[in-house]
Structures are given as structure tokens and as C-alpha cells.
């Protein structure tokens, strides 16, 4: 996991192997890291995050909710 702040606003990177997934509390920090990367990597944006490694994503009002109901039986 990658963290970067600038000033009040905060760059979140997760990396998996071939996978990555990215946010930030500002638009242009997202746009910004995206444009960089691809300029190293073949990448697509994919929009919203609901699954990553096997975990359902879900924002929530108060935050985001992890859960892996699909492994249930």
C-alpha cells in the first residue's frame, strides 16, 4: 500500500500482484496518478470498485463495507 499526501488531500495506491486499485480525496490526484501510470503500464480504468480479491466493496454512508458473502454456503 502506497500513501501520498499532499497538503489536506490524500493519494491511496493498493498493488496485488497484477492488480491495483486507487483513490483519493481529490479528483486530480486521481487523474494525475492515472495518466503517469499509463504511461509506464498498459492499464484501463475500470470505474467504481465492487469486487477486489475476492471481497464484495460497498460505500456505504458512513464508509465503505468489506464482506466475502459469495464464499458462503
Known amino acids: 500500500m502506497f500513501i501520498k499526501k499532499v497538503n489536506s488531500e490524500l493519494l491511496i495506491v493498493q498493488i496485488n500482484v497484477d492488480d491495483i ?11 494525475e496518478f492515472y495518466n ?7 492499464m ?3 470505474g467504481e ?3 477486489f480479491l475476492g471481497h464484495q466493496v460497498k460505500k456505504i454512508k458512513h464508509g465503505t463495507f468489506l464482506c466475502q458473502t459469495k464464499y458462503c454456503t
Open 21 to 31: 486499485i486507487f483513490g483519493a480525496t481529490n479528483e486530480i490526484l486521481c487523474k
Open 36 to 42: 503517469c501510470m499509463q504511461k509506464e503500464f498498459e
Open 44 to 46: 484501463s480504468m475500470m
Open 49 to 51: 470498485l465492487n469486487f
